[in-house]
């Protein structure tokens, strides 16, 4: 039962990311990128703040005692930023379609940097596929 609500739960995940895409680019044709990333991270950062008020009972950190976490949340922060940023920029030079490919590669590359930043196995299987994907990515530019 649990394996179906992961299922479940990410299927959804998914479906919503993706539903981002169209909005976020349709939203590109008015506003420049770094005031659509203020609009939709200040967005994001008040319903976060409502569920955890609502759902946590409270928004628990404690300076203190997770400096090195909040360090390292700052930094996911400035990737995210960036990662964003390039994605919106992106709209102007390809089709949704094409550019969402880019997305098959990040099983393998977590895969990668799960292996380098938390020592977690790497299996050759993961390897294979990024090849298999970068060939697949190729393929959809000829």
């Avoid at 680019?25 to 976060?48: C, R």
Wanted: aromatic content about 12%; charged content about 10%; hydrophobic content about 60%.
């Amino acid at each position: 039962m649990n394996k179906v609500l992961g299922i479940g739960i990410i299927s959804s995940s998914t479906i919503l990311y993706a539903l981002l895409s169209p909005l976020l680019k349709k939203a590109n044709v008015s506003l420049p990128p770094f005031t659509m990333m203020a609009v939709s991270m200040f967005s994001l950062f008040l319903f976060s703040l409502f569920m955890s008020i609502i759902f946590e009972h409270s928004l628990s950190i404690s300076i203190q005692g997770n400096k090195n976490i909040i360090i390292l949340l700052l930094i996911v922060g400035f990737i995210n930023g960036v990662a964003f940023w390039l994605g919106i920029r992106g709209y102007k030079y390809m089709p949704l379609g094409q550019q969402s490919l880019f997305a098959l590669l990040s099983p393998a590359l977590v895969g990668i940097f799960a292996y380098f930043i938390l020592g977690e196995k790497i299996d050759i299987k993961i390897l294979i596929s990024l090849v298999i994907m970068g060939i697949g990515l190729c393929i959809s530019f000829i």
